[in-house]
């Protein structure tokens, strides 16, 4: 029996950590193959999944039996991910949540991580053959103590903070991981559980493994739906009138005097909205074209269908109505051939980059308004029983009292407190089954009996006694 709860013990705190530490591993390698996405996030993550795997390593380490070098690792383990890794990932998941945090700020998780250390250092019981223990013996847990407090300062109250803001799902999930993370860790300080303790990094391990994983999912889901795209996009290039054929113009080598700086900053500028850049971007390519193609209106006319080609399937790639663009871009390509000289080709191609970079803009400010719509709804939806005012909601999602009251009467064509009383009515329509009229006029959020049942009968033509009655009559 002894030699089970031994054997027990030894896999869960040396083999599960050190398989966490593979696990993390391999998210660490995924981030590192994406860290585009992350942008300025990405180093504080590597950061912090080296220190991490670093200290996940320390148990299978020990089992070496060399003081020196147990103790050695132990220290360094401890230091690296208390004074380092975890300010860096408290930075990237402000970043990723869309609210740096000042270097100011992060000077202070910094400093505790270090003092944190430096206390481990002092009690730790191997110091005491190094004359670096003042504190004597006795006081090593004092250090678990301690270290719980920093987690609770410099990781739990601020994930809490930045959960309470909503962050998007592929931020909540690095959220929820951290704070699994962490609670495994107090836990584990609070009671010397070590087994738990390091349990809880496989979890979280598991839980950015799948993160990382679905990632993967969606880009290839849209990987699929853009070949898609790309096919019909084709499809409408080629339909567009033209007297020579394709291969005309395409040699079997690629020619590098074509002017591919040009486009790929015009597909940029498309790509991120800017419109103040539209001219300047698409005047140079044109020109560019010109000169490559010699000035023959035939060649350039292809060029041009090439150069809309890949300009509108970066606009549906950002999230730009295909359908509608697709068919436009056929279109085009007939309007093309109606161009007769290289000035109107050019003043063409210049409007229809004006054209894409507003439907991009349009796409980003109407997906931000539809957000913030969904979050007056389920505010609505969650906090209906209370006593609620748009002011109220307003300072629950972020946004202005007029803002959220003009998007939400344009995308529900309700008021705020029409679709507020369709819910209460909904609700009431349940409770009364089973509550008096009273009861269900407060649980509902009205504060009167008397206007909650002309509300009611408003809404449903019968009174809630009516209601009640209608019920149990037809039962």
Not at 383 to 401: C, F, M, P, Q, T
């Amino acid at each position: 029996m002894i030699e089970t709860e031994t054997s027990i013990e030894l896999f869960a705190r040396r083999v599960v950590p050190f398989a966490a530490a593979h696990i993390f591993a391999m998210v660490l390698i995924y981030l590192t193959m994406i860290r585009a996405r992350f942008g300025k996030a990405y180093p504080g993550f590597a950061i912090f999944f080296l220190c991490l795997i670093v200290f996940l390593c320390g148990p299978i380490i020990n089992t070496f039996n060399v003081s020196v070098l147990s103790t050695g690792y132990d220290i360094l383990r401890n230091s690296l991910l208390f004074t380092l890794g975890t300010p860096a990932l408290l930075s990237s998941l402000f970043m990723v949540s869309g609210r740096p945090i000042k270097k100011a700020l992060l000077a202070l998780p910094c400093a505790l991580g270090a003092t944190w250390s430096l206390l481990f250092i002092v009690t730790h019981p191997e110091t005491q053959h190094w004359q670096l223990n003042p504190l004597g013996d006795g006081n090593y847990p004092l250090v678990y103590y301690s270290q719980a407090a920093l987690i609770v300062l410099c990781l739990i109250l601020p994930v809490l903070h930045l959960l309470k803001t909503k962050p998007e799902r592929s931020v909540r999930i690095y959220l929820f991981g951290t704070l699994s993370l962490c609670l495994f860790m107090l836990v584990g300080d609070l009671f010397q559980a070590w087994e738990l303790y390091y349990a809880g990094s496989s979890l979280t391990a598991l839980s950015w493994g799948w993160a990382a994983f679905s990632d993967i999912q969606e880009t290839n889901r849209r990987v699929e739906q853009h070949a898609r795209h790309e096919k019909a996009l084709a499809k409408a290039q080629f339909a567009s009138a033209q007297q020579n054929s394709f291969s005309d113009y395409y040699p079997t080598e690629q020619d590098m005097a074509y002017p591919f700086r040009e486009r790929d900053e015009l597909v940029e500028v498309v790509k991120t909205a800017s419109g103040g850049l539209v001219d300047e971007k698409a005047t140079e390519l044109l020109k560019a074209l010109s000169i490559f193609t010699h000035h023959q209106l035939g060649t350039m006319r292809v060029r041009c269908r090439e150069v809309l080609f890949t300009l509108v399937d970066t606009a549906i790639f950002v999230g730009a109505d295909a359908k509608e663009l697709i068919a436009t871009l056929e279109s085009i390509g007939k309007t093309i051939e109606q161009c007769h000289d290289e000035g109107s080709l050019h003043r063409l191609m210049i409007n229809e980059c004006h054209q894409l970079v507003d439907r991009v803009a349009n796409c980003s400010n109407q997906n931000r308004d539809l957000q913030l719509v969904e979050q007056v709804k389920e505010c609505l939806r969650t906090e209906y029983y209370k006593d609620l005012s748009i002011n109220d909601i307003a300072s629950h999602v972020g946004a202005s009292r007029s803002h959220i009251m003009r998007l939400f009467k344009e995308h529900t064509e309700q008021t705020i407190n029409q679709y507020l009383t369709d819910i209460r009515i909904a609700k009431a329509k349940q409770l009364l089954l089973s509550r008096s009229v009273t009861e269900t006029t407060f649980e509902v959020g009205f504060n009167n009996t008397t206007y909650f049942s002309t509300v009611f009968k408003k809404l449903t033509g019968l009174t809630p006694r009516q209601y009640q009655q209608q019920a149990k009559q037809s039962a």
